[in-house]
């Protein structure tokens, strides 16, 4: 097959008449607002359907790992939720309250994250796959009253190591036999917090360079990004079944895989299994997907897994394929062509945004290794930070940080308690976005890499420092330099450069322990894949860690290079 | 060896990828990644440690079969008599 730089589309050929681009003024004539006035995400994403002829309607199909699906209607979300909400208020949950939600993908983590939108909670969903460390330290930095989880990843991740917790004042375990009486006991209804579109909706947490993780603070406003993304982004339409992989404890599967098609009162797919290439194909073609969103780790994962276990599947309800996470390269949108029939779109967004800025859509012409073009509303420039402020980049094809326009309505208010790093964010009024990119003469963007040292992998930015601070703790470990080692399939492993404290030798056994006790403070999904041990560690002579050289070192880059390299570390 | 016999030559193979395991973390019919925390890619490089440790070939059809460390050593058995 001849791979052009463009895939050009025949949009009258389409499956179906792809929407029309529509800006955030139609998002909002789309949604309803609470009855008397106010904004709340989980009465758009839920209840106006369950009022309505939607209230028998399959609203999330939930494949757990073994057995059998579990549809879930639009009427008994909103009667779990509900449930959920008034066992929170109980417990003296009030607008503004943090919730954290520790579970893996199953249905009680939609009906907490859901409960708490209704009570005006500050829902923050963790990653399930984070250690102790990670979660206590977001539990404490964003004052969780309430932890809500399971059995066993309580005893697995919060009894077992006790992290101090002082604000949490509640654990609810959503599987024992005393919480399940009391839910059943509930109430299904529940009066929805007045929340107005400013009002705190969820906590993010996102990684930084330095320092602990940041929590980004979003709004219920929101909802009208979430509305419009669904619309033009992911191209949905009634009737549509749609599957975002994504782990709620990540951003995209918050927006993506719980708000945004619950906006648009289609079915959600949510699999509770870890990903299986043999599993996914089955889950696409069984469940009839129509619209995927999904991430170029797996993408690259299935085309591991050969073209003959792709071949055995169809797949004619498919319509639409997105990606998102990290670039994604031309050989994954062809891979899309030849194994599903069609693109790959792949589109760019961060924690910060909220929603979907910049994408390859469905009417497109969609440029394999693109991220697209800025969605209706959305302005995006290629910009130099300067003494004076910021330089819009006016040629194409030319080399800059990726800004955007300050002001989109999933805009994050702020990072807690960092008032001064999230004003640091904002020049001239544009927002910059950390990521360095390419604007094209057509307007479409292209990734180039990150401006500082966080790790992307798997789609999932990892701080080093919290890495290194975990390894530090070690009695062994005297330093600690941790980098992004890139990688085929996931993007980047987390790699970690180590020096011994004196009396200790480097070795097989220790480097065995040095990981094991990372993996128990950090969970597998942050913990370092490989560990080096070094004599020393470059250091600058503020005494920060070179992170950059220790890349360029792991890269075999030569020498030369390693000036421009430790430039704007 | 037998599935039985190769049970803790396969655990020492997981510990090479979660160190933190002790002896008896693991019971042998239950699901792995229940008791372990192993990512996709701890997973995938753990299959492939058992098909490099064992000669023996492990298809992308086989991943969703081989849940518990009983089953797993069952199939190098299977595939590999002399596996030891």
Known sequence: MTRPPVIRKDVAALKLAPNEPAGWDEARRSLDGLPGGGLNIAWEAVERHARGPKAGQVAIRWLPATGAARPITYRELSEASSRFANLLRARGVRKGDAVFVLCARIPELYFAVLGGLKVGAAVSPLFSAFGPEPIATRVNLGRGKVLVTTEALFQKKVAKIAVPMPTLEHVLRVDSPEFRREFEAASPACEVERTEPGDTSFLHFTSGTTGSPKGAVHVHGAVVMHSATGRVALDLHPGDVFWCTADPGWVTGTSYGIVTPLVHGVTSIVDEADFDAAR???????ERVSVWYTAPTAIRMLMKAGAELAKQHAFPSLRFVASVGEPLNPEAVW???DALGMP????????????IMIANTAAMDVKPGSMGRPLPGVEAAIVHRRETGIELETRNDTEGELALRAGWPSMFRGYLDQEERYRKCFVDGWYLTGDLAKRDADGYFWFVGRADDVIKSAGHLIGPFEVESVLMEHPAVAEAGVIGKPDPVVGEVVKAFVSLKAGFTAGE???MEIMGHARKR????????????????????????????????????PEGDLSTLEEGA | MNAIELRPLVFAELRKIAPELEEGDVEPGKPLRDQVDLDSMDWLNFLIAVHQRFAVEIAEEDYATLDTLERICELVAARNPDAS
């Open chain 1, 280 to 286: 996914w194909y089955r889950i696409l073609e069984e």
């Open chain 1, 509 to 511: 056994a220790l480097r």
């Open chain 1, 522 to 557: 950090l969970g597998a999904a942050v913990a370092p894949k490989e560990i080096a041990f070094s004599t020393t560690l470059p250091r600058t002579r503020s005494g920060k860690i070179m992170r950059r050289l220790l890349k360029a070192r792991e890269l075999g880059l």
């Open chain 1, 344 to 355: 790959i779109h792949d589109n760019w967004w961060q924690t910060e945004t909220g929603g």
């Open chain 1, 335 to 337: 891979w899309g062509m």
